[in-house]
C-alpha cells in the first residue's frame, strides 16, 4: 500500500496552493516531504500559468523542522543531513519565477522557519512561535538560516545564537514576518494578498522577482553551499564523537 502523501496541491486561479500534510507531527519534514516538493516544485516552476504561489501548513502548525525520527534511524546526523540534501528543495524554490507567500500558525522551526523564509513574502498568526534552535543542539542551520535571517534582521546574532522563539508580533518587529494577524484571519490574509499579487501581469512578477534576487553581491545560493559543506562537516564531526 503506498504511503499517503505529505504535500498537498491545489489551484484557485492563478494562484498555487501548496499545503504541507503531516499534521500528526506537525508537518515535520522528511525524506518522503522532500521528494514531494521537489517534484512538485519542479512542475509549477514550468506552469505558465501560474502567478503565485502559497505555502501552508495542514493542522496545528506550518513545519515544525527536521523529522527527529528519521535522525534518530540513520547511521549518524551527517548521514541523515546528506540524505535530506539529495534534492534540493530549496534552490528549487529559490528558483520559481513566480512570488511565493508562507502563511505560518503553530510552530515554524528550523528547517520549516528556513522554507518560508525562502518565500518572498511571509504572513504570520500572533499566536505563531517562530524560532532556530539548532545552536540548542549543537549543530549548524543547514537550509539557509544563517543568509536569509541576516539579510530580513537587524537581529540575526541573536535568533540564530540564542535560539529563543519568538511570536508573530515579535518576528514582524524583526523583519522575519511581512504581515501579522490574528489566528483565524490567516487563509484570508494570505490568500487576498496572493489575489492582489494574481492581478499583476505574469511578466511583470517574473521581471520583479528575477531582480529581487540581485540585490546581494553574493547569491544566497552561493551562501548557502557554503553554509551546507559547513554543517554537513559539523554534522560529521559530531557523529563520530559518539
Keep these: 500500500m503506498p504511503a499517503e502523501r505529505t504535500v498537498r496541491h491545489e489551484?484557485?486561479?492563478?494562484?498555487?496552493?501548496v499545503t504541507l500534510d503531516r499534521p500528526a507531527v506537525l508537518n515535520a519534514y522528511s525524506v518522503q516531504m522532500r521528494d514531494e516538493l521537489h517534484e512538485l516544485l519542479g512542475g509549477l516552476a514550468r506552469d505558465a500559468d501560474l502567478r503565485v504561489v502559497v505555502f501552508r501548513g495542514a493542522g496545528r502548525a506550518f513545519c515544525a523542522g527536521a523529522?527527529?525520527?528519521?535522525?534518530?534511524?540513520?547511521?549518524s546526523p551527517f548521514e541523515a543531513?546528506?540524505?535530506?540534501?539529495?534534492?534540493?528543495?530549496w534552490a528549487a524554490l529559490r528558483g520559481l519565477p513566480v512570488p511565493t507567500i508562507a502563511a505560518l500558525h503553530g510552530h515554524a522551526i528550523g528547517s520549516?522557519?528556513?522554507?518560508?523564509?525562502?518565500?518572498?513574502?511571509r504572513v504570520a498568526t500572533r499566536s505563531a512561535s517562530l524560532w532556530m534552535p539548532e545552536a540548542r543542539v549543537g549543530v549548524l542551520p543547514a537550509a539557509g538560516g544563517t543568509q536569509t535571517i541576516p539579510r530580513l534582521s537587524p537581529h540575526a546574532a541573536r535568533i540564530l545564537l540564542l535560539g529563543e522563539p519568538i511570536?508573530?508580533?515579535?518576528?514582524?518587529?524583526?523583519?522575519?514576518v511581512d504581515v501579522v494577524v490574528d489566528d483565524d484571519e490567516l487563509e484570508a490574509r494570505s490568500l487576498a494578498l496572493a489575489g492582489q499579487i494574481a492581478r499583476t501581469p505574469r511578466a511583470t512578477l517574473v521581471g520583479l522577482v528575477r531582480l529581487l534576487r540581485l540585490q546581494d553581491n553574493l547569491s544566497v545560493g552561493d551562501a548557502i553551499a557554503v553554509e551546507r559543506r559547513l554543517a554537513l562537516r559539523r554534522s560529521a564531526t559530531r557523529g563520530r564523537r559518539r
Design 167 to 176: 511570536d508573530g508580533a515579535t518576528a514582524l518587529e524583526h523583519g522575519l
Design 112 to 121: 520549516g522557519l528556513e522554507l518560508a523564509l525562502h518565500c518572498n513574502l
Design 11 to 17: 489551484r484557485s486561479g492563478a494562484v498555487g496552493l
Design 81 to 89: 543531513r546528506r540524505i535530506r540534501f539529495e534534492r534540493d528543495v
Design 67 to 75: 523529522d527527529l525520527g528519521e535522525f534518530g534511524t540513520a547511521p
